[in-house]
């Protein structure tokens, strides 16, 4: 109901904006892995194939652009096949795949990965072989683009440069990431509860859980995403078609 509730809030939004234009709504779950749940609400997370999304998709029929899932997960590959066939972007979110899991989600429709590097699993080690995750999936495959959250807390110029290196200008979506904080004048030290219950603490210009475990989502606007990646060595030009012309 809270997830209705908000594309119902960036339609209206969307039939009433003049400058800037909302296109769409992107839903980030509520099919992703409880193993990398993040910053998720305790119990808001769901399984697709135990679960009726027709509520979702029915609140906003040609207003659902891009929807967030983890492929893994029972009923995962299917879901993807549904929201393509309805128009929709399906990018791999909050996901512990392996490489050969999101190999076989892109056979279902896939295309994407949702803030790379956060909440995505990466390599492991079982017993003398080494498993590749999502992480090295978005680094190397060619039919994904990836978004990154360019804010500079989560991810280390280093990485930013990394992943461009990598994906090159065509394939990487700025994306802050961002709270309802964003852009808010914020006192370090403080917790703010969000709407939907998760308390977070304001630390270092960016938010945190409160076990400090984990980043909470960022504070920033899209401008620091771009700047961000200029320091990284990234273009200008390229820079700012990464927060504009590849999410469009």
């Known amino acids: 109901p809270e997830l209705v509730n908000a594309i119902d809030?960036?339609?209206?939004?969307?039939?009433a904006a003049d400058s800037p234009s909302i296109l769409g709504a992107h839903l980030e779950g509520p099919c992703l892995n409880p193993l990398q749940s993040g910053a998720q609400a305790p119990g808001s997370l769901a399984?697709?194939?135990e679960t009726d999304l027709s509520p979702l998709f029915d609140a906003w029929p040609e207003g659902i652009r891009m929807m967030g899932a983890a492929p893994e997960l029972e009923g995962g590959m299917a879901l993807g096949d549904e929201i393509t066939k309805k128009g929709i972007t399906a990018s791999i979110?909050?996901?512990n795949a392996t490489y050969y899991e999101v190999q076989e989600a892109l056979k279902h429709g896939y295309c994407d990965v949702t803030h790379l590097y956060s909440s995505c699993s990466g390599l492991v080690r079982v017993n003398s072989y080494r498993i590749p995750g999502l992480i090295e999936a978005g680094l190397n495959?060619?039919?994904l683009t990836v978004q990154v959250i360019a804010d500079g807390k989560h991810l280390p110029l280093e990485l930013l440069s990394l992943i461009y290196r990598c994906k090159g200008a065509e394939k990487i979506e700025l994306i802050t990431d961002g709270l309802e904080f964003?852009?808010?004048?914020?006192?370090?030290?403080?917790?703010y509860r969000q709407k939907n219950g998760v308390e977070t603490v304001y630390e270092d210009g960016v938010m945190k859980l409160l076990s400090r475990q984990a980043f909470a989502g960022s504070v920033a606007t899209l401008s620091r995403c771009v700047q961000n990646m200029v320091k990284a060595d990234v273009p200008v030009d390229q820079a700012v078609r990464m927060a504009s012309e590849n999410p469009a």
């Open 47 to 49: 399984v697709p194939a």
């Open 141 to 143: 495959l060619d039919e």
């Open 93 to 95: 979110a909050h996901s």
């Open 182 to 191: 964003s852009a808010s004048e914020l006192k370090e030290g403080t917790v």
């Open 9 to 15: 809030g960036i339609r209206r939004a969307a039939q």
